[in-house]
């Protein structure tokens, strides 16, 4: 029995979930997100209240009952409260500037990097600071994701792109090495 699964989700005031044709739609003041539904599962609302349940009781349905349960958890509090990822450029020369509906990133290659933003997704740049937000916590996530691969801090001087709070562990180097031996 999944843990998550089974516990009933409230609907604050302002938002609205209806399920139809095969998905879940939830509105709110933030927007508007819409997730397919596997065919094992099944989401009821009523009073306010949103429950998901397995159709069957196979190991996917098991599986699935509590994804799913997670999913509309996130898409209730993302249409209130927009997610924030936020990104730290570090780096001599390094820095993150908006050009349109794209983030340029200099981070020590021959050329700027020039990333879009997808739709949903709002970036904001201050200072060495990269803020992502949005509804859907799935782009959000995917998107600063893919701003952390262009230049993945490196472990000799830390330089690169990290998510802020993100602690990465130093290498000594080969000066330091030499000398202890």
Do not use: C
Request: glycine residues 12%.
């Amino acid at each position: 029995m999944s843990r998550t699964g089974k516990q009933i989700i409230k609907i604050p005031a302002g938002t609205e979930v209806s399920v139809g044709e095969g998905a879940v739609t939830v509105k709110g003041k933030g927007g508007t997100l819409v997730k397919q539904l596997h065919r094992a599962i099944n989401i009821v609302v009523q009073n306010g209240e949103v429950s998901v349940q397995p159709v069957e009781k196979t190991r996917l349905a098991r599986a699935l009952w509590g994804t799913y349960a997670a999913h509309v958890r996130n898409m209730i509090s993302g249409v209130n409260t927009p997610f924030v990822k936020k990104l730290q450029v570090e780096g001599i020369g390094y820095r993150a500037e908006l050009s349109g509906k794209q983030l340029k990133l200099a981070v020590g290659l021959s050329h700027p990097v020039l990333v879009a933003i997808p739709e949903g997704i709002s970036v904001a740049v201050e200072k060495n600071i990269i803020s992502v937000s949005g509804a859907n916590k799935e782009d959000v996530g995917e998107f600063a994701a893919s701003v952390r691969a262009v230049k993945k801090p490196e472990p000799y001087k830390g330089k690169g792109i990290r998510y802020e709070g993100e602690v990465v562990r130093q290498k000594q180097g080969k000066k330091a090495a030499a000398a202890a031996a």
